[in-house]
């Protein structure tokens, strides 16, 4: 009786997840945020632009190129833009699950641990639309699922390996780097560490051909500045800004995991097996591999993309530790009735952030399927500023001028005009490329027949925004003119 009483708490917490799934699709407006800078340059791909050439993405390109293939089968509109989302979302939890289940971490512990990460990750996951980051971190817990089960290769980690960094290169190498110190710890500098090694690269290799002979169309040395060129920038830019409570989970994941190596020893009299230390080693290592997306910006958003990491860890030592009263049946019903309790709170917690803060907010739902916003609400001041920036740029334009929009808000101009004026799309720091900032402020000085929007006041614009290019063109060009609260220069 008590094992279907589980199995229907299963159901509620598979329907409460889908329920939250409903009302993110519907009701997250459209903000200008990653999600609508991703969705700007996939767009660009499909209106014929070249990625890199006219647009600065600054990752590598499997995800545009996989997200280009779907909006060009599927409609070119946000509404499947957030549905791709499903097809990154639900198999990155699925792979936690059966990360979970090879660590042989009970069902109900598995389910817990699922909840929190759910309800600690999902507004984050579903407000940032498809994302390369997301992308990346589900292969890289494939990658973990693999290794924590009997189905490994060193084929199947090459191609694994190729997943990743041509997703985000950043990302990429620190899965290698995390495959070469558990490899070193487990082999040593052994013939086995490097055959291993040497059959990742092959695959590898291979793979990663592929990717530069469709790169060679033009594109590769945009790529290349644009990947690695504005590092230096991002490591420049410093910030730390997140909960104290994620703080916690993290040291309390690396206190305990450290406490436990030390004691190794002791712990082995308590029956604590080989495999047991030889796990936790591996998770930490893979743990902290990832957690060095962490800099330079440590925020709310990149913690939010490594928790999972340590819930698992933790996960994983609590199960070990408390194993037998977990079997226990009526401890497995209070866990299950405390999973479905936290999706609960996960559901009311997107009412309240996602449909009760814009009740009142005038926004109007895209009905208008040939409009790429088609799916979505946007707020009555865009639907605005849209309208009225289309129809001056369009007249500028006829009239033999062109119009760039300086801002983090040029997206929403841009996307139904389908143009692009390649990094001034985007001026962020790290998205410049080598010395972009000084190639961005010769550039303006060279443009003719050309005017630039900047707002009147850019102290809300995102904190990566170069301020510094606007107070460059407001101190270098002439002021022309006024179109809603922006400023027109020109030379």
């Known amino acids: 009786m008590k094992k279907n009483i589980n199995k229907i708490l299963i159901v509620i917490a598979i329907i409460l997840i889908v329920a939250s799934f409903v009302i993110s699709l519907i009701y ?123 189905k490994n290769s060193n084929f199947i980690q090459g191609f694994i390996c190729f997943l990743i960094f041509f997703t985000k290169q950043t990302t990429g190498i620190f899965y290698i780097l995390a495959i070469l110190i558990y490899e070193l710890y487990k082999y040593k500098l052994s013939k086995t560490f490097f055959k291993n ?63 436990i190596l030390i004691s190794k020893k002791n712990l082995i009299k308590l029956n604590f097996s080989k495999s047991f230390f030889d796990t936790i080693i591996l998770l930490i290592i893979f743990t902290s591999c990832a957690s060095l997306i962490l800099y330079p910006i440590f925020n709310i958003a990149h913690v939010l993309m490594v928790i999972p990491f340590f819930f698992i860890v933790l996960a994983y030592i609590f199960n070990s530790i408390f194993k037998d009263f977990f079997q226990d049946i009526p401890t497995q019903t209070i866990i299950y009735i405390l999973s479905v309790f936290i999706l609960f709170i996960l559901l009311l917690s997107n009412v309240k952030n996602i449909i009760l ?6 926004a109007t739902f895209v009905s208008d399927k040939n409009s790429p916003f088609f799916g979505t609400f946007l707020f009555d001041e865009n639907i605005k500023m849209i309208n009225t920036l289309d129809n001056y740029i369009s007249f500028r334009n006829e ?37 972009g900032i ?54």
């Open 28 to 150: 997250i407006p459209l903000f200008s945020s990653d999600e609508l800078w991703n969705f700007q340059n996939i767009l660009k791909m499909c209106n014929g632009f070249k990625i890199y050439n006219d647009s600065n993405v600054i990752v590598t390109p499997l995800f545009f190129y996989i997200e280009f293939i779907i909006l060009k089968l599927l409609g070119a509109s946000i509404l499947t833009f957030r549905i791709t989302n499903l097809l990154i979302i639900l198999p990155l939890f699925y792979f936690i699950y059966k990360i979970l289940k090879n660590l042989k971490i009970e069902k109900c512990i598995s389910i817990l641990i699922l909840a929190l990460i759910f309800n600690n990750t999902f507004l984050f996951l579903v407000s940032n639309g498809p994302n390369y980051n997301i992308l990346a971190l589900l292969f890289f817990m494939i990658g973990l699922y693999y290794y924590t089960s009997n």
């Open 197 to 259: 090694q040497f059959e990742k690269l092959i695959t590898f290799t291979i793979s990663s051909l592929i990717i530069i002979l469709i790169l060679l169309n033009g594109n590769l040395i945009s790529c290349i500045n644009y990947t690695f060129g504005g590092l230096l920038d991002f490591s420049s830019n410093f910030s730390f800004n997140v909960k104290l409570y994620y703080v916690f989970i993290i040291l309390l994941t690396y206190i305990l995991t450290i406490s």
């Open 399 to 435: 009239n033999g001028t062109d119009v760039i929009i300086c801002s983090a808000d040029s997206a929403y101009v841009m996307i139904p005009l389908k143009q692009s004026h390649g990094a001034y799309d985007l001026i962020f720091y790290g998205n410049l490329g080598y010395n």
């Open 357 to 362: 803060p814009y009740k009142n907010v005038e």
């Open 438 to 491: 000084e190639k961005i402020k010769q550039d303006i000085l060279e443009k003719e027949y050309t005017e630039f929007l900047v707002k009147k006041d850019y102290s809300d614009e995102c904190d990566q925004f170069v301020i510094e290019i606007q107070d460059f063109i407001k101190e270098n060009l002439t002021k022309c003119g006024e179109i809603l609260n922006f400023d027109v220069y020109t030379k």
